[in-house]
């Protein structure tokens, strides 16, 4: 079953804006993982956030965990159009990873 | 690029062919896997190799047949597939087995089933 639930299923926002992505999972975790897609292509690691974490940064990304809420976010500043892209989570269940469906955000000049 | 690469690109096949996808990492990694990719599904985990050992099948139907001959090289065999398995077919690599690893993506293969 699926575990990360990603919200919203697409964002379209202007450029220099700020983008929210959230994911949702139903059972307990060891870690969590950002992944981005670009159109057709493979995945990129974006962030992994353990569950004893609550927030960590890397560049113009921001991830949230909140184990109690069984939820993260991704966020995404001052969005460029190089960033859009489809936004996966990823959660870990049994030493593999349960994946989300995504976000798919586009970045409007 | 990071470092796996998957051949072909695109492939279109039809139901009676026998193909094979091909995936090569060149990170020195122990694990390797094969995802499916359908439109506005989750990725599906087909098979997961670690030190060359077939350690995961998740109830993929037997007209696919993986196999991997050395740490480095993963390869999909494909057989008499049906027009469902269409889709975009990914191969990974971590450092070990397990989702405390980032995985490391190839481009994809688009399979296309006639």
């Known amino acids: 079953s699926q575990q990360g639930e990603e919200d919203p299923q697409a964002l379209s926002i202007q450029e220099g804006e700020n983008a929210t992505m959230n994911c949702s999972y139903k059972?307990?975790?060891?870690?969590l993982q950002w992944y981005r897609q670009n159109s057709g292509r493979g995945l990129v690691h974006l962030i992994l956030?353990?569950?004893n974490e609550r927030e960590k940064h890397s560049g113009r990304l921001r991830v949230t965990l909140d184990t109690s809420k069984k939820s993260s976010s991704l966020l995404i500043t001052a969005s460029r159009a190089a960033d859009t892209a489809s936004y996966f989570c990823?959660?870990?269940?049994?030493?593999?990873?349960?994946w989300g469906a995504g976000t798919k955000l586009i970045i409007k000049p | 690029e990071t470092g796996v690469t998957q051949t072909p690109r695109h492939l279109v096949m039809g139901m009676t062919n026998k193909k094979s996808l091909k995936c090569e990492q060149h990170?020195?990694?122990?694990?390797m896997y094969w995802y499916k990719q359908s439109a506005k599904k989750p990725l599906e985990l087909m098979f997961v190799?670690?030190?060359?050992?077939?350690?995961e099948n998740n109830s993929v139907p037997s007209r696919f047949s993986p196999e991997c001959p050395n740490s480095s090289h993963l390869f999909l065999h494909l057989h008499t597939l049906q027009p469902e398995d269409s889709a975009l077919y990914l191969c990974?690599?971590?450092?070990?087995?397990?989702?405390?690893?980032?995985?490391?993506f190839g481009p994809g293969t688009r399979l296309t089933v006639l």
């Open positions: 990974a690599s971590s450092q070990f087995r397990g989702s405390r690893n980032e995985q490391f």
């Open positions: 990170l020195g990694h122990n694990a």
């Open positions: 190799y670690s030190l060359e050992e077939r350690v």
């Open positions: 059972t307990s975790i060891n870690n």
């Open positions: 956030i353990r569950s």
């Open positions: 990823a959660t870990d269940s049994n030493y593999q990873l349960i």
